[in-house]
């Protein structure tokens, strides 16, 4: 799975504490300092804090309690004066086997039910704020335990009663001495969890790092477990169809190898390594064998993670499957060309497979093994003009045959494309968007074990669990001969999509074929997959197999991950938005008219491209009569599709508005 890197800040704040304690060691030399940096001693304090930013500089000791230093700073550096409501949390790690043979690492809560302890907070009125106790109970800060002092300031202003701050909130573990911890309980990646939550965004409550979730929930003192609330949760909405993958796709969240060094996941092999009876019941929850057990004691002289031989390791337990499709997708790509013939006015597709050093195989070999090759086909790349019912979906191959005129030709497949009806492409003139045809193709291959296999020797070839979607791909023409039209794919990233959905994730497999996005689709220099085009071929501006469903692409990612209300960020998906591209569009299936038929073209509406864009998420009325007033915006959203037609060229939202990824709601003056 793909990681991103969390800033290591026990490290940071280590580093800072150490330059402090020589710093102190050298003495004056009598001379006058350095001015200070701005909002500290020497310069004023943030004024305007968009970001906060919180940091433990200094660890020590009075009369054996602890006394530290946070310092607070905005996206600027500067530091940030008069936070109010600060909250501390203090917690120790309690070892693996800290009770029983068989336990976890856990964190044990210190602290009243208001979270602040004891602790007593002094603003010190230069961005740092010193943190002191006037009691602990020794039992909570065990010398030999790993400590976590997590601190918290939720959103609000400052003392003045009228800057805004936003929530923030750090965890620093350190040991007895007062450095950075010797040993943490680091699971998961924070970046993993942020990869669907978003960044900063709130996860439950107004909390927004699971670092501190874990410290509170610790399962002894205080409510629940962290790990089987986020289990619990996970499969409540998979089970609900909201969950970006299958629960059981442990690998979303946890790594299944060593970590790059700088990712710093000490515990990162907990989850297979040390299996418990609380963590494993949270998702087998109807386990007998589970049940039965008193305690975690004897859980991992079976269940180890490679296995024992006679039970299967926990590793391949829970992403054998998965392991599995990585080993089969592995093995074939495919290279694919579409041509057209002037004289017979007909598009026809070449499609070879290749073996994983992209050599061609002889197709002849390879039928057997094919549970499908299916061609989806549109005209005009950046505004298609074949419907989803006219628009053209053929196999080439299904089950080990071949199909739609299929025939084999030098080692490859070929097939003509035509429209749903058998009729040629409907091309437009030269140099238009629809001078060009462009196809996305998905192959899938009957698979058993990780081996691809004939679709002969598996019990039934449409079973999901038979077959393996591969790697997607991607061809254009044009009936002019002239350099193709192309959607513009720099405004979605699908190494984004798999930051949430995973590596190696077979889009809408089962009815289709089950697409794997990978550098067959990409369009860049460097290869990197930039683009989503190839899902506009069935998600075409007249949307998908209801006019109900908001189908169309400008529409659909933004109503499903709305209504699965896990993004929150525009930058959770985006890259960049091509405000320039709407200028290649025209009116957009936003709906049905109230009481009518999904099914009934007579009953649709429309709405002027922009419009209906950004009302797939601003829904609300407010927002929809602005973008549709007669000075402001000008659109048309769920009306005729006639009067949406005439609205288009007087669509004017973008002589205001100039949304960013990072503010899309920014406005020119």
């Known amino acids: 799975m793909m990681m991103m890197k969390t800033p290591n800040w026990r490290l940071m704040a280590t580093a800072a504490v150490v330059s402090a304690a020589l710093s102190a060691c050298g003495g004056s030399d009598g001379n006058d300092g350095n001015d200070g940096n701005p ?41 940030v004066v008069g936070l109010q409501g600060m909250k501390i949390n203090v917690a120790q790690l309690l070892p693996a086997g800290h009770k029983t043979v068989g336990d976890s690492t856990r964190w044990l809560f210190s602290g009243d039910d208001s979270r602040n302890g004891e602790a007593e907070i002094v603003d010190e009125k230069n961005g740092y704020y010193a943190v002191t106790f006037s ?63 978003g960044e ?43 969950y970006p993958t299958d629960r059981a796709a442990c690998n979303v969240c946890h790594l299944t190898s060593e970590p790059e060094a700088d990712l710093a996941l000490a515990e990162w092999g907990n989850w ?97 093994k094919l549970k499908r090759i299916e061609v989806l086909t549109n005209v005009g790349p950046n505004y298609p003009v074949l419907s989803y019912g006219t628009g053209s979906h053929q196999d080439a191959v299904v089950n080990g045959e071949l199909a739609s005129g299929t025939t084999i030709v030098d080692g490859s497949f070929v097939m003509p494309i035509t429209d749903h009806d058998g009729n040629p492409l409907p091309y437009g003139a030269a140099g238009a968007d629809d001078d060009t045809a462009f196809s996305f193709i998905g192959v899938a291959a009957c698979s058993k074990d990780g ?45 984004k999509c798999e930051g949430c959905h995973n590596e190696n994730w077979q889009i809408h497999k089962g009815y289709h074929s089950g697409f794997v996005m990978t550098e067959q689709v990409a369009h860049d220099a460097e290869g990197k997959v930039v683009g989503l085009d190839g899902c506009v071929t069935c998600h075409t501006p007249e949307g998908t197999y209801s006019y109900a469903n908001q189908g169309a692409f400008e529409q659909k990612l933004h109503v499903t991950h709305k209504d699965k209300a896990i993004i929150g960020d525009c930058a959770q998906c985006h890259t960049s938005f091509n405000l320039d591209s709407f200028a290649k569009k025209d009116v957009i299936n936003t709906g049905i008219v109230d009481g009518g038929s999904g099914f009934n073209p007579a009953d649709a509406r429309y709405g002027t491209p922009i419009t209906a864009t950004c009302a797939s998420c601003h829904d609300y009325e407010s927002a929809v009569t602005h973008m549709t007033g007669g000075t402001f915006g000008n659109g048309v959203y769920n009306g005729e599709k006639a009067d949406a037609q005439l609205a288009v060229s007087a669509e004017n939202c973008l002589v205001c508005h100039a949304p960013e990824v990072v503010n899309h709601g920014n406005v020119k003056f």
Not at 202 to 224: E, F, M, V, W
Not at 276 to 281: F, G, P, Q, V, W
Not at 458 to 477: C, E, L, Q, R
């Open 272 to 368: 297979s390594m040390v299996p418990t009876k609380e963590a494993c019941s949270s998702c087998h929850t109807n386990s007998a064998h589970i049940t039965e057990q008193p305690d975690s004691s004897t859980c991992a002289t079976c269940h180890t993670a490679e296995g024992t031989g006679v039970v299967a390791g926990t590793i391949d337990a829970h992403l054998g499957e998965w392991n599995d499709a990585a080993k089969v997708i592995a093995q074939w790509g495919s290279t694919t060309e579409l041509n057209y013939d002037a004289d017979n006015n007909s598009t026809s597709i070449t499609v070879t497979i290749t073996d994983a050093q992209g050599t061609a195989l002889d197709a002849t070999e390879v039928l057997p």
């Open 451 to 495: 081996a691809i296999v004939d679709c002969a020797d598996v019990a039934d070839p449409d079973d999901v669990a038979n077959y393996t979607g591969m790697k997607a791909n991607m061809a254009f023409v044009t009936k002019s001969g002239d350099a193709p039209s192309m959607r513009h794919t720099d405004s979605l990233d699908f190494a």
């Open 39 to 79: 909002g500290r001693p020497g310069g004023e304090p943030a004024t305007e804090v968009n970001q906060l930013n919180l940091s433990v500089t200094e660890v020590s000791f009075d009369n054996g309690l602890p006394v530290f230093k946070v310092l607070a700073t905005n996206e600027e550096d500067e530091s």
């Open 135 to 197: 009691s602990l109970d020794s039992a909570d800060l065990a010398d030999d335990f790993t400590r976590r002092l997590n601190v918290i300031v939720p959103a609000g202003t400052l003392a003045d009663g009228t800057t805004t701050v936003p929530n923030a909130e750090v965890a620093f573990d350190y040991n007895a001495a007062g450095a950075s911890a010797d040993y943490t309980r680091n699971i998961v990646a924070i970046d993993s969890c942020a990869a669907c939550h």
């Open 200 to 242: 900063g965004e709130k996860i439950k409550h107004s909390y927004t790092n699971p670092q501190t979730c874990a410290t509170c929930h610790d399962g002894l003192r205080t409510n629940r477990d962290f790990t089987l609330i986020v289990h619990d949760v996970h499969q409540v909405a998979a089970e609900a169809g909201e």
